[in-house]
């Protein structure tokens, strides 16, 4: 019993390794299929999609421009503020304050993505097109509802970080007669770091698979946006627009694979540098 | 003592909570010697150690009341400037804290928060600062590796030159050996004797040795209260209070 | 040292602004919300059937899909789940097979869900031939619920005292008698919050079954059958918000955010009142 119990324990965590290793190799597998019709340049470099042309093209220049431009800007967005409000919550918030604001920041972690879209549909782009002309949609109402929903991950991983660090070291600060500000300034958020970088890229690596939201406030239009208030598309929302009208094995299909397949690596390398941060930093 | 002294504490009482933490404290630290303040532990010499700079500001809950006179200024007064006071009044702690950067920014972290940020004025002040703490000859050739990699004692004196560089008139001493090994402790107890020329130094120890060995003057704390103050040969010859006796002939504690 | 002084003064002012700009913009998020979609919820609107272009129709169908694909991807992820938990925290030695295991798990936890999706169109809907149905969506998503089960399994296990473990197998227990009689019984708080994080999470997924479960539900309501449509109600969230033609669209996609936000919401209580429970036993109750 004791035995079997052992081998089904490890039988189910081989499972977990061969479902990751299904996934890449599946998606993987379909996606390059689409090199055998169109050649990797033009795929990664031209920004030509029209695959339902009688001529079809596959570029997907757009989508990733797009893709690497809004992650950037949400990223842009919600630092500056996860981190002081990390800071604000470790360091200078009453406690009951504290009390509040973290459930509420665990709770907002939890709301569905598409509720999130629906509020920058209601809410942002019509407000974006009074504020500056146009219909509202496009990159930067994507990046604000992206950063409003990274938001309460980056802070509270900057939070811990902040938190797990030795009082000693603000003890020693403010004991040369530093202010709490120069503390924080120089001591505090330089030794957290590691914590935040990791809480930044996890913050990254949402930002550039989440679809719903985006897919609700972002246009749609195939194009790479001139401004930040012109409708684009994004990887992930390309694949949720295109997919129910392709068949499983064409060319199209094979191209939204590659665009999944694409997705998979960039998130796979984001966990890797996590990886590398956080053997670096267990070694002085 | 017809001088100021440089540390003048009256009437001090300390509560965390409703625990009487520090009870009707007296006492005068004159300029230039060492003070070491002695008792069992938990009897308040560390919590006293840390109100002389407002160090105990940081712990939630406590509440002071009485004088505590720095070159007579009320430190406890409300429009005091906490940072400035520190500067004044520096502080080793119990285990080293250096910073997790290099040698050289933990000992010009100091003059750089106080607003000296040009990089000529800095590397003076930085070397001076390690000679001063017995380390330059150690660590002058890896200036630029983190803290983290010296030893503890290393650690301790190079916490110790951080404070040198922010010239205090004060340096008060948690138990600054506790955490160190006999040759260290050794070191950092020459480098206090050298420092005493120049500065006022209050130190807590644990080790009667130690205190006989370095202080000019030595108090006995318990149970919050300061039972004794005296030179320190006589106080470890002839004590004047049984309690006294009885702690350093070592019946207690 | 004035400089410095008001300089701190400005950068503590700076703090408590951007504490309050947070909690003022997810202050208002959960009015918006809320206040948008609670009006619009009634008994008719929880049970009905939709409608696809009259004003009036419900999201019955929806919501129980909803809860009936979680329940079949718990039922699928769970007992993998808490498997390889198990093996990390009781079984697993430091050797390549573990580091295996454990990039496994945070590789699986980094992949967006559209991949997910994807994933599962191909392999469930299209090779295995389940179609767009229940069953294809509860087989992705228990794929996504997978390593944070793992994870809070295992968490959970090493947080039960090593004494505990101890003094069981010490009274000549096998290990797997160890786990069952003991680690499981002190772990299953932890155990209880994680599958709630973990179904607050999976209820709210979209993007992984917009092309496993698909959008539209069977004509029989309430339908057991899992080869039947599978939409859920984030899905139908979406599509009300999106395409939708019916007149009454942008309240039904409303009243759809604010049902699950409020679900979240009792999945997030469900969590902390327990926990705070348990916490306060644990202590005496003093505080």
């Known amino acids: 019993m004791d035995l079997r119990m052992k081998w089904l324990f490890i039988g189910s965590a081989s499972l977990v390794s061969i479902i990751i290793f299904s996934i890449i190799l599946f998606v993987g597998f379909q996606g390059i299929q689409v090199f055998r019709d169109i050649s990797i340049a033009e795929f990664f470099f031209s920004s030509s999609w029209a695959p339902s042309a009688s001529e079809p093209r596959f570029g997907a220049f757009a989508f990733i421009y797009s893709t690497l431009l809004l992650t950037l800007l949400s990223i842009a967005l919600a630092v500056p503020l996860a981190v002081s409000g990390a800071v604000f919550m470790a360091k200078i918030a009453p406690k009951w304050m504290r009390e509040l604001l973290r459930p509420a920041a665990d709770l907002f972690v939890g709301i569905p993505s598409v509720v999130y879209g629906l509020i920058g549909l209601t809410v942002i782009v019509p407000w974006m097109g009074r504020t500056f002309g146009g219909p509202g949609y496009g990159l930067l109402p994507a990046a604000v509802i992206l950063a409003v929903m990274i938001l309460p991950t980056i802070m509270s991983i900057t939070e811990d970080a902040i938190r797990s660090l030795p009082t000693r070291l603000e003890e020693a600060s403010l004991a040369l007669g530093a202010t709490r500000w120069q503390t924080i300034w120089r001591v505090l958020i330089p030794a957290s770091g590691p914590g935040i970088i990791t809480g930044i890229i996890l913050g990254m690596g949402r930002a550039i698979g989440e679809t719903m939201a985006v897919f609700m406030v972002i246009g749609n239009s195939v194009s790479v946006p001139s401004s930040l208030l012109e409708s684009t598309t994004v990887l992930t929302t390309a694949i949720v627009k295109d997919m129910g009208n392709t068949f499983y094995g064409t060319t199209w299909s094979n191209a939204l694979y590659m665009m999944a397949f694409l997705l998979l690596l960039i998130s796979l390398l984001l966990i890797l540098i996590i990886r590398l941060i956080a053997r670096r930093s267990e070694t002085p | 003592m017809t001088t100021q002294p440089k540390i003048h504490v009256s009437d001090l009482n300390l509560y965390y909570g409703d625990n009487h933490a520090l009870n009707n404290i007296h006492l005068d630290i004159p300029e230039k010697s060492i003070c070491a303040l002695i008792g069992p532990s938990g009897c308040g010499k560390s919590t006293f150690l840390r109100t002389l700079n407002r160090m105990n500001d940081l712990i939630h809950g406590v509440k002071i009341t009485g004088k ?60 001076r600062s390690l000679r001063q703490a017995a380390l330059w000859d150690e660590v002058k050739d890896r200036l630029n590796k983190s803290a983290l990699g010296l030893s503890g004692g290393q650690q301790q004196r190079l916490c110790i030159a951080r404070l040198l560089a922010v010239e205090p008139d004060v340096l008060l001493m948690d138990e600054p050996t506790s955490a160190l090994d006999p040759i260290s402790t050794l070191k950092v107890e020459e480098l206090t004797q050298q420092l005493k020329e120049r500065y006022t130094i209050i130190t807590v120890t644990h080790n009667m040795q130690q205190a006989a060995r370095i202080s000019d003057y030595t108090s006995f704390f318990l149970n919050g209260q300061l039972v004794e103050t005296d030179q320190t040969d006589r106080m470890f010859t002839a004590p004047s209070d049984k309690r006294t006796e009885d702690y350093i002939t070592g019946r207690f504690g | 040292m004035k400089i410095a ?283």
Not at chain 3, 24 to 43: E, N, R, T, Y
Not at chain 3, 176 to 197: C, E, Y
Not at chain 3, 222 to 251: C, F, K, R, V
């Open chain 2, 68 to 127: 505590v006179l720095v070159d007579g200024q009320q430190i406890y007064n409300q429009d005091m400037d906490v940072a400035s006071l520190r500067k004044r009044v520096g502080m080793v702690f119990q285990r080293p804290n250096p910073f997790p950067m290099s040698i050289f920014d933990n000992v010009a972290y100091g003059p750089r928060i106080h607003g000296i940020r040009k990089k000529s004025e800095l590397v003076p002040i930085v070397e």
């Open chain 3, 5 to 287: 002084h008001w300089t701190d003064r400005l950068a503590t002012l700076f703090f408590w602004l951007s504490g309050l700009v947070i909690i003022v913009i997810l202050a208002a998020f959960l009015v918006k919300i809320l206040g948008d979609g609670v009006p619009h919820l009634s008994w008719s609107f929880l049970t009905g059937r939709p409608s696809e272009v009259r004003a009036g129709g419900g999201v019955g169908p929806f919501l129980f899909n909803s809860f009936y694909i979680l329940f079949l991807s718990l039922l699928f992820s769970l007992p993998i789940g808490i498997g390889s938990g198990i093996y990390l925290a009781v079984y697993a030695k430091k050797n390549k097979f573990t580091d295996l295991v454990r990039v496994s798990v945070e590789a699986l936890s980094s992949v967006p869900s559209i991949v997910f999706g994807l994933f599962g169109a191909l392999l469930f809907v299209s090779l295995l031939g389940f179609r767009f149905s229940i069953l294809s969506g509860a087989l992705t998503l228990s794929l996504l619920n997978l390593p944070v089960l793992v994870r809070v399994t295992e968490e959970s296990l090493r947080a039960v005292p090593e004494s505990y473990w101890e003094a069981s197998l010490a009274l000549g227990s096998t290990r797997w008698q160890a786990i069952r009689k003991v680690l499981l019984p002190s772990a299953l708080p932890g155990l209880i919050t994680g599958v709630t994080l973990v179904a607050g999470r999976a209820l709210g997924e979209t993007a992984l079954l917009i092309y496993t479960a698909g959008l539209s539900v069977s004509r029989n309501f309430p339908d057991l059958n899992p080869m039947s449509m599978g939409g859920t109600l984030s899905l139908h969230l979406w599509y009300a918000g999106t395409s939708s033609l019916a007149p009454d669209a942008e309240q039904i996609a409303q009243a759809s955010a604010a049902l699950l936000v409020l679900i979240v919401l009792f999945f997030n209580l469900l969590i902390t009142i327990p926990g705070r429970i348990v916490q306060k036993r644990l202590s005496g109750g003093n505080h």
